[in-house]
């Protein structure tokens, strides 16, 4: 989008104020996203992935406006950014940083998960279970979360390449998350990918906000399950899945 449209759509969404909208001076490419998803009824929770209201050119805009505000937080922090050769670009750093790395996951469109079919007379029919590293953070405290998630399917009629099932994790999880969710969401997708309907999700992380604040919990995980289908119904389906993500975690320790 050029500079000029996306003023006009600053104009645009000036005039579209109503009542919520006032008490801002300046309208900000923000502002206007903010009042079109609010119009369209389209939530924007930190966990949620809003890439059809955000393209390339106009991320490009809000992290200005990001690096903006974030000098605004310094500031009120009493940092010195302009004398402390640390605190110079960490204004920038900081709004890069949320918009390309820890909360990409909202502004990017679902990872391209090409399907293959999986319908001929030798079709695999086994479970197939998949180890994914995840970084994330929470929605709470903007702390990191890490650690790793077990995907487990029984195939479909279609398969998908073996990363994309940790391509379509990672996207979830680079978001502001609850594990909670973290674990629906990622069931969600790969479900919609692969359409398999016998899938289980388990996913174990640490949490920044319980060890380096709060509780100062240096060793605290927390486990969370998504169980589906012949997961949740077939205890020997269930078995499996656990005893296939033991072997996955004896594997990983070696
Ligand atoms: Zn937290």
């Not at 924007?44 to 809003?50: L, P, T, V």
């Amino acid at each position: 989008m050029t500079e000029s449209r996306i003023y006009q759509n600053i104009l645009v969404g000036a005039e579209m104020q109503d009542d919520d909208d006032k008490g801002y001076q300046e309208a900000h490419l923000s502002d206007v996203i903010r009042m079109q998803m609010k119009r369209r009824g389209k939530r924007f929770w930190a966990g949620d992935n809003i890439s059809d209201y955000v393209d390339e050119e106009q991320k490009e805009v809000l992290i200005d406006e990001a690096t903006k505000a974030f000098e605004k937080v310094l500031d009120t922090l009493l940092i010195d950014r302009e004398n402390d050769p640390n605190s110079k670009g960490t204004a920038r750093r900081l709004a890069k940083m949320y918009y390309n790395e820890i909360m990409a996951g909202r502004y990017e469109p679902a990872p391209d998960a090409t399907a293959f079919p999986n319908d001929s007379q030798d079709r695999y029919e086994g479970m197939l279970v998949v180890r994914s590293e995840l970084r994330s953070m929470c929605s709470h405290h903007h702390q990191p979360v890490s650690g790793v998630a077990y995907i487990g399917i029984i195939a479909a009629q279609k398969l998908i390449g073996l990363s994309k099932y940790t391509r379509i994790a990672q996207w979830c999880a680079r978001r502001g998350t609850l594990q909670e969710e973290l674990c629906n969401d990622i069931a969600r997708e790969i479900e919609k990918a692969t359409g398999a309907q016998d899938l289980g999700v388990y996913i174990q992380m640490t949490h920044g906000c319980c060890e380096n604040r709060g509780i100062m919990a240096k060793s605290s995980l927390t486990q969370t399950t998504v169980l589906k289908g012949a997961f949740k119904d077939d205890p020997g389906t269930k078995k499996e899945f656990f005893d296939n993500i033991k072997m996955q975690q004896e594997y990983a320790s070696k």
